[in-house]
């Protein structure tokens, strides 16, 4: 299994809404990252979690709350978005999760695309 | 913040030629990848090339690294309609953070 699970597929919320953004894989990977990505722009790296731990906070604001419950599971808990957070979030993970070389490919997840209204 | 930059911004050919995508970058690397979306969907890896190699091959695909003016090229030959797609080079820095940043990426439209 080299899948990355991103649920949901789509999602609309209002600027006082909380919703959750959740990932999963089953490949034994360490580290799993969060991007944000919007429209013909590249991904920007939100936050790297290295065995469970977040070891990288790219100055994300707070409304943004990630969560490592396990190896194999990471969420994104949104509350109180503004209209310019809808983007494209991809949650990716690799195999090397130490300090290091990131010695493998990254795999990611078709993306949640959330849109706040 | 993004490590570097790729050009063209976008690239339109004929299925059949081959299409060329650069990528500079700004610090030293252990390595560098490239990666496909197709639209709106998730990044596929291509191919790795690690600091001390220079060229890499991997099907229709060759990817060249200049560590001496840190840039890369990725070659895809014999294009098809289906490579259609935006292309981004990774880098994985030699010092500080670890986690892959994307350049600014290519946009390929192959005509059939």
């Known amino acids: 299994d080299t899948e990355v699970t991103q649920t949901p597929k789509h999602l609309v919320m209002g600027m006082t809404n909380k919703k959750s953004l959740k990932c999963e894989q089953h490949?034994?990977?360490?580290?799993m990252y969060w991007y944000k990505q919007k429209a013909k722009k590249p991904p920007e790296l939100m936050f790297v979690?290295?065995?469970?731990?977040?070891?990288i906070n790219e100055s994300v604001p707070s409304r943004f709350s990630p969560e490592c419950p396990n190896s194999s599971l990471l969420n994104l808990h949104l509350h109180a978005l503004q209209p310019e957070d809808s983007a494209l979030y991809l949650c990716?993970?690799?195999?090397?999760?130490?300090?290091?070389?990131?010695?493998?490919?990254?795999?990611f997840g078709q993306g949640t695309r959330l849109t706040v209204v | 913040s993004q490590q570097g930059e790729e050009d063209p911004q976008a690239l339109s050919i004929q299925e059949g030629e081959n299409a060329t995508m650069n990528c500079s970058y700004k610090?030293?690397?252990?390595?560098l990848q490239w990666y496909r979306q197709n639209s709106g969907r998730g990044l596929v890896h291509l191919i790795l090339i690690r600091s001390n190699e220079r060229e890499k091959h991997s099907g229709r695909l060759r990817v060249t690294l200049d560590t001496s003016k840190k840039s890369s090229s990725l070659l895809i030959t014999a294009s098809r309609a289906a490579d259609t797609a935006s292309y981004f080079c990774a880098t994985d820095a030699e010092t500080g953070r670890r986690a892959l940043t994307f350049g600014s990426g290519t946009r390929l439209q192959v005509q059939p």
């Open positions: 490949m034994g990977h360490r580290a």
């Open positions: 990716a993970s690799s195999q090397d999760g130490t300090g290091g070389v990131l010695a493998t490919e990254a795999f």
């Open positions: 610090t030293s690397i252990n390595n």
């Open positions: 979690y290295s065995y469970e731990k977040l070891s």
